[in-house]
């Protein structure tokens, strides 16, 4: 057999969905799991959304559209962002993908080529780094620390822009910190894209999860509208995860290769999915500001219990619904060990923090889109563990 492609050896995976794999097979053995591993809304998608897809697939809608987006949907997603975050967008520079991974692989593909930089977050989302390196260009981590409150080191970020960097990647609130990025350091990051003409792709997908205050976005700052791609979409905010439904607003030079790539992959986005993602936007269920006060209560319940556990710190996360401990007190080897162990051992499932690069090493990542009860188990679960694990040997 002639071999795969060699670029196949630079695509990464989400280790988020091996280790739901692996704890789906020890439940399939009789354990009892609490599953902190992925990052999925636990509520339903709510009624009034459902009933629009359904009523669509009634009609017959169940035809191509064009490889953008229904209009509709288009011109209900710049009247949101006009609404919600205040950015002026026309309908046209709206692309709408089955998911919005889709939006990240079509800029990439779309922007980056050989000899290219671009500079991602690290801990951050895995995909990011993996589909710089598949489209061949060269990814440059901006590690977040936990001493800057996972904010970027502005001084840190200049340095690493080179004559080759021609993208940066921010996402906020972050995955997986919970972080959130400050007014200050936005207007930063903005005043370096201007200098140094460099495009941005921000991962806005969780910018309705922000607990205390509002999302901004970098798009709002002078001169960003036109080199900034927003990403976005239906899975987090409307529990609308496995109906596939994302989109990006592109700067107009952007719009028709990336419709192009989309025709050229996936063709376009299923129908009765557009019609309900236009009615989550046009009539905004209920259902989802009483999600987000759940999630704050569980943020707020899985930061006390981490804290109250001996050697384990947690900062209190701003947006999204993940938790970030930092485990080193602990004393194990590595937080891929610890994550292994509180599966096996304690039946918890949860991703060590160097899923998302290697400054996540010390971490944990929790997502607390569980219920309260269970995430009440978990906590309850690791303190047990913990108080009678042992360190592994050294050497």
Known sequence: MRPLAPRMSRLGTETAFEVLAR???LEANGRDIVHLEIGEPDFDTPPSIVAAG???LERGETHYTPSAGVVELREAIASYLAARRGLRVDPSQVVVTPGAKPIMFYALLALLDAGDEAIYPDPGFPIYSSMIDFAG???????LREANAFQPDLDELRELVTERTKLIILNSPHNPTGGVLGEDAIREIASIARER???VLSD?????LVYEGRHRSIALEQGLAERTILLDGFSKTFAMTG????YGVFPRPLVEPVTKLVTNSVSCTATFVQRAGAAALLARPP??????AEFRKRRDAVVKGLNAIPGITCRLPHG???AFPNITGIGLRSSADVADRLLQEAGVATLAGTCFGGAGEGYLRLSYANSLANLQKAVSRIAEWSSRVAPLPTG
């Open 320 to 322: 999204a619904f993940y």
């Open 23 to 25: 704890a789906r097979a």
């Open 243 to 246: 109906w596939r439904l994302g």
């Open 287 to 292: 259902e989802v500001d009483r999600m987000i």
């Open 204 to 208: 806005e997908i969780y910018g309705e």
């Open 137 to 143: 260009a060269r990814g440059i981590a901006l590690p």
């Open 197 to 199: 003409d460099l495009w």
């Open 54 to 56: 359904v009523a669509a």
